[in-house]
């Protein structure tokens, strides 16, 4: 699995760059409108790489919903891209029907039967992100290029600079390499911001956290909408202010995307099964305990003739930094869905990913740390348990 996992990552990362530029080619080119001019076409483009950002699937089936409705006749229809096609969007509208049924049952049933489905929905929103952000957003973008570049010869007639005939030069290729990398970048920036709120329901333990979270994002993506049928240029400020935001809280938010992305390989590869624990050297998250390392960030956990030490690289690829931990008092937690490390003071200081799971044991061994006893949701359960029956009915019998 080792072996294969750099090559699925490079398949991501040339499919991310090759799929952009062939969607951009391949986008059919806009009708220039008489009603709008490029400035509402460009305020209307922002509004909705930002929209399809916060929810991919909803946004992507809801647009090519709009469009199929709104074509003329069966001939514009069949001219639409293919999110536009009935055989897409009314599947993807239909998925989004099922995960809000998901969340309205969540609040009420028990987090143990609620916890895979919201790590499939996880997974629902990088794939669907990763469709957007490759093929939707380069077709919006590359769009308003032609936009842009119809209303070219009208300008250059005004100015007279058709004697020189620049109105007869196709500059949407340039426009394209311009704008549609431009509108990936805001994609991705805004995308992980929302995408975060999905890693947070992971974290969650209660149904109802879940629901208010989704009905924020929902609220905001219908906030949207509703001000982009009104006035294109108030959705259009919105969504700046949306995408400033998002923009200050890109790291925070790609912390988050990284550890989803690891929960949700481990907990559905069962990683576990085949994991083992490194001598010296293994790959954790850390909590919000340690100076001057923001929380979940990925590092590696070592042993040192002081203790213990924390290294990590700040978004992946920077120079590496290293902290010094103290190993007195660290303890392992064992929770239902992933294990965390807690300080004397009950602190997380480190979480550790599902592949850890059934490994507590051995990595407190490893370590040197104190005993492993439960904690998150396992702790619950084993009060409840004390509670009920267990040690409980065995002090009532004594």
Known sequence: MKRIAPLVLL???VGLIITPLWAADAAPAAAPSSNHGPGAAVAASITTVTGMAISPL?????????????AKDEAARAALPWYAQ???WLPALGLVGVVAAKDSLGAVVPPGFKKP??????IENKASGLVAAGAVVPFTMSTLSNLITAQAPTAAHHTGLAMLQFGAIDFSWLLNILTVPFGIAVFVVVWMASHAINVLI????????????????TALLGLLTLTATMNPWISAALSLVVILVAYLVAGWAFRLTVFGTLFSWDFFTLRRARFKVAANDNKVFSGG???EVPTRTYGRLRKTETGLSFTYKPWLVLPEKTVNVPAAGLIVGKGLFFSTMLNAGNETQFLLPPRYRGHEEQLAATYGLGAVRPAGLRKAWSAMKELFGGGAAKTQVV
């Open 11 to 13: 398949a991501l990362f």
């Open 58 to 70: 909803l946004g992507a089936g809801g647009l090519g919903a709009y469009q199929y409705i709104t």
């Open 86 to 88: 009935i055989r897409f």
């Open 117 to 122: 489905l919201d790590v499939l929905e996880t």
């Open 202 to 217: 992971l974290l969650s333990p209660w149904g109802a956290i879940d629901a208010a979270l989704k009905g924020a994002r």
């Open 289 to 291: 305990n340690l100076p």
